[in-house]
Structures are given as structure tokens and as C-alpha cells.
């Protein structure tokens, strides 16, 4: 076990070594893993290509994937890797799916006339893989007699090695051409952006021959002991508990957030191992942290080009569920695994470069290459538009089933779709639709700390607004709402769209004679409504929010509802990311992922209650006056499940799961837990919250 484990950890780092380990004072090494730059390029020259041949995406089609394949079969082999496969992302796989993603290993080798064996990898294998895609969450768009599915190589994204496999970042699609994956329109919005976004550049005087979005993740989830875990089923199956009394200690005194990483636990050398294989497959995790409730953790990257930082992110994922369990932990990526503590998150952080490197929401970046303050305020102007007339879509992005636990709940924001500039921006925006004329300056300030021996701390004119769902961060947005378990193709998929057909009106609005600056105050005008710098946990500010037509949609089923919406199916359309087909059968498998985990969690808690919980308060009195209800707990959700499996329209079904989930399974949880603060602790059989929240106190 220990050798198979070492295959896929660096060469420098032995499973059966000390407990804690740190990345050599080196830099050596970063990427190693990884098929580009100058990893690759000694492979490439052998075959009569430049390492640059690969860092654009015409590769693929201008006759040189043969020798590009032949370069990766090299590689493969010095690195003693001689599997490959192509790496997909399966709809509907957030949440459960072991590292979400989709895969075949296939081995490089084939026989020759002699029947011998021979290495071979040629462009046909690179580019293209065949699998069956039936049997993956597709929404009516496939059958079990019509198939087919293929993987297609994305050059967006490098190739990389783990272990003894190669990796080939790819989209899959029927054959009927149908996506069958969360890339494809992921990439058809990435198209969507460039091409709306040069347009309107080029309006504005700045020509350039594409821009792109880059991301940076932020990854919040816990460690728990895994004995305990391996206690638990609800965890085991669903990620979250189900059931389960509050420690006597949670998150009250705020004594676990960024407190230094223990050495008395392995939580810390959990995360060093994390990020040394991060490390080799060029995956800068540059910030790692405890999070606010007990057992939680960050793990954050710097930012990178979209396609790229989501493959990075899934991958991470996984990593972190594989290296956990050598650590003795287990590594738990729902949004909320546990009541009464913060759940997780994974901020998206958000902007729009240019081919040349300009940020377009820097703005002394943004003046610098182009000389004028104009383009800005039409930019911003562009996105709040965005913002106010799609809300309803930025919802939908995140209606993860983890989700329904977290928004709102001061840890994540409540599911009013705004967007914090902070009063500096904000002002200078109403001067912008006033007429004024000057150029946006980031402002700062100074704080004197009154200590002679402290110097002055230069800091934003703007502080943090943690309750807005989207709000300005200089230089970035940040999607403050995404769920810790999410792919976040979708959240991105929807902002490249959104964004790129408000460019679209902008440019049409142009072409049609009207001046851009007129363009952008009426945009501005008309979405103002989104703007919104107050506390949004306020229930008075929510009211009014509301009642000003803000977008606001508390339930996950009722947002899922929204992908088939005439404006939301029109829009997709226009951009060329999904057809009224794609539409629907994405929101079928949202459906179906959303009642798919609650229908899980139910069984859980059936399987819980009759084999751990019942028998524990048996055995503390045979006569005990909470068996009774405790039995017709079982009896509620089975009933409830029952009528879960006769409703057959999927809307329908997630909107009885969301009952039972969010109400029947609450009050059974209230009924069990207070059995748990009865039952003598040598006789309950389940890992408490004690058990699981606390490494740095229950582990030697």
C-alpha cells in the first residue's frame, strides 16, 4: 500500500517518513509534472517543434498533434508513467463523485505483426477518446441505445502526469455534437466573452484580439479524524451530518480562526503534503489557513486563466481527499457537514484581461496601456447591468444542495443578488452619470496606529462587505456565494455569458450611432437598483432590497427553475452556449442531483435512527418515553421518501425532497439530538461532534 501511495506523492516525500513536511527552500520542481514550457520543451525540439507550439490552441488542427503526441509519449515515459486518459467533467458530479471528473486509463502500448507489444500514442489517441455516455446524469439528451460520447482533447488547459497516467484535459459531447460535460459551454462562454469583448473595446478605441477571464479559487473544508468519520454514515455517504448534538464548545469565541496550525495534529501536515503535490503539477497554492469553525481550513491559489484554474481546482479536490486518509483524516468538501458552525465556501474571484495582460477592472493598469480613463466606467457600467438583469442566473449557479444551509447564515451571503462597490466607487459612478468628466483614482488612506516605533499602514479607501454576493474587491470581483463541493464551470459559464451579452447590447447600442458614455449612464441608470454598499444581513435592508426588484430566490429548486426561463434560454442561445435542448436537460440534471442527495441523506438517517440511535436509547432503559416517537421518526421519513418516489415530474419531486430535507428531517434531527443529551456516552455508538470537531484535543 505504502509504495502505491508514494507513486503518486513527489519523489522527495516518503508516506512512511516523518508526520510533518515542508517545501524545500527551492523552486525547483514547480510544474515538473505538467506538459508545457520548459518541461516540454526538450520533448517538442526532438520532434521538431518549439515549446510555443503548444500555447496556443491551433496545434490541434494544424498538423502537428502527431508529433505533439509523439513529444508526450516520450515525457510519459521518462516519468515512468504509461497510462493515459481523457479527463472530462461529468454533469451533474458536484458534491458526491469522487474528484468530480470523469475518466478511461487507457495503456500506451499496442501489438506489432509479431504480436508483440510496442509503445505507441499517436495524435488520434491525444485528441479524441470514445466511452458510452449513457449512464452518466445527462437529461433525457441520451439513451441506453443511442449512446455514443466522445472526448475531445481542450488546449486550453495543460496536459499533465499523476502517477503512472497522463491526464488530457477534455469536453464530452454525444454524437449528436450535445454537450455532455460542464466544459464545452464553459469554453463557448469563454468564446463568447472574447469576441463580444474585443467588439466592444474596439468601440472604445482600444483594439486588441481577444480577452479572457482569470480566476482565483479560494478552497474552504474540513479535516476530520478518520476513526471518527468512519463512525459516521451520514458522512461517509452524504458529507454532512444528518444528525448530531452541538459540542459544548463551537465557533462562540472565534478561537480557531487563523489560529497558528498545530503540530500536535495532522491536519497541518495534511495541507504540506497537499500542496507539495499542488506544487509539482503547477498548481500555486499559495495560501493555506484555519477557517472560522473548528476543523476548518483554506487552501487558496493565486489567480490564473479560467479553464485552466477550474481543472487546477478540481484536481486540488481530489488531492485532498486522497492525502487526507494518509494523515488519518478524512477530508470533508460539503457546505455545511455540521449544524450550529460555519459551512464552507469557495470564493470566485473575478476579472477580465485582455490578450496583451490588462486587467480591465484595474484602473491605473487599464489607463496606463491605453492612455484614457473612458474606458472604465463603461466596463463597470457593463457588468452591474449584468449583474441587475441576470441575477436570476448568478442564483442558479450556485444552487448546489449545499447551498440551502449556508446562504444567509453570516457565513456566506443571502441570496439577494448584489454587488458591493463601496462608497468610492459608487460616487464617482453617480458623478459618471451626471456628467462628469474626471477619471476613476483608487483612493487610499493612511492609518496611524499611534505607536512611534509602528510606521503608517496605507489601506483601501473601501472596506470588506462580507454580505453582498458579488461585490467589487479592486481590480476583481468576487462570487462570495459559491459552494465549497461545487465544479465551478457553471458559476463561470454564467458570468462569461452574462457579461459577454451586455458588451453584445453595448456595441449594438454603439453601432447604431449612440455614444458609448450615453450607453454605459443608461445602463448604469436602469441596473442601479443592483448597487447596494449596506449590510445585506439586515433584515429591513433585504425588505427593501426586495421591494425594489432586486433579484432574490431563498430556494434552490425554485433558482434550478430559472435555466429554462424564455430570457435565461434566449440568452444562452444568442451567445451560442446552449440551445433550448441543452437548457432543459441541464435543469433536469440539477433536478434530479438535488433530490438524487436528499434522497440520500434520508436513507441515512432511516439507516442511523434503526441501527444506532433507537438501539442506544434502548439500551439505557427498555421503557424509555422517547422510543416511541423515535419510531414514528422512521415512520415520517419513509412515508416522506415513499412519496418522493411516486411524484414523477422532476420539478415536483424537488420540491417535496426540499420539504423533507429542510423541514421533516429538522424536526426528526431536534427529536434525536435531544435523545443524544440523554443517552449515557459509553452507550451511543455514532462519533458526536466532540468526536469529529476537535483534532487538536482528541488525537495523541
Known sequence: MLSRLNRITPRKYSIANGRHRCLSASLEGYGEHVFRGE?????????????????TPEWVTDGS?????????????????????????????????????????NSMFEFDK????????????????????????????????SAGAYAVLDPTSPIFLRGDTVFI??????????PLDEKTPLLRAADALSREGKRLLKHLGYEVSGVHANIGLEQELFFVPREAYNRRLDLQMTGRTVLGRDAPRGQELCDHYMAPPSLSSPALSCMQDVQNQAFKLGIPLRTRHREVAPNQYELASLYGTMTTQIDQNLMVMQICEEVAVQHGLAALLQEKPFQGVNGSGKHNNWSIATSDGTNLLNVKQLQATTGTGEIFPVIMAAIVKAVFQHGDLLRLAIA?????FRLGACEAPPALVTTHLGDDMTSFLEGYINGSTESYTAQTKQLDLGVSVLAPVEVPAEDRNRTSLFPYG?????????????????????????????FREFSDAIEKGQMPKTVAQKALRESWKAIFNGNGYDQANQAKLKEDGVWCINSNVDAIRRYTAPKN????????????TGCTARQEVLFTQYTGVVEVEAKCLIDMLQQHVIPSVRNTNTTHPMLPELMACVMTVKDALQELHTTEVSAERADKARVLRLETMVKVREIVDEAEAVVPADLWTLA???????????LP
Open 39 to 55: 518541461v516540454a520543451e526538450s520533448y517538442l525540439r526532438k520532434h521538431g517543434l518549439r515549446k510555443e507550439v503548444i500555447e
Open 65 to 105: 498533434a502527431d508529433k505533439v503526441a509523439a513529444a508526450v509519449l516520450d515525457w510519459a515515459l521518462r516519468n515512468n508513467a504509461t497510462l493515459y486518459c481523457h479527463w472530462f467533467q461529468p454533469l451533474g458530479s458536484s458534491g458526491l463523485r469522487h474528484g468530480m471528473t470523469g475518466q478511461v486509463q
Open 114 to 145: 509479431q504480436g508483440l507489444p510496442k509503445w505507441s500514442f499517436t495524435a488520434s489517441n491525444l485528441l479524441k477518446g470514445e466511452t458510452d455516455g449513457s449512464s452518466f446524469l445527462h437529461g433525457k439528451m441520451r439513451a441506453t441505445h
Open 169 to 178: 484535459p477534455s469536453c464530452l459531447v454525444s454524437y449528436n455534437g450535445d
Open 400 to 404: 448546489c444542495p449545499g447551498n440551502d
Open 474 to 502: 479592486g481590480h476583481r470581483f468576487e462570487f462570495r456565494a459559491v459552494g465549497s463541493s461545487q465544479n465551478v464551470s457553471l458559476v463561470n459559464t454564467v458570468l462569461a455569458t452574462i457579461v459577454a451579452d451586455t
Open 569 to 580: 434560454v434566449a440568452l444562452f442561445e444568442r451567445m451560442r452556449v446552449l440551445n433550448a
Open 688 to 698: 458526536t461532534y466532540k468526536d469529529l470537531l476537535f483534532l487538536d484535543h482528541t
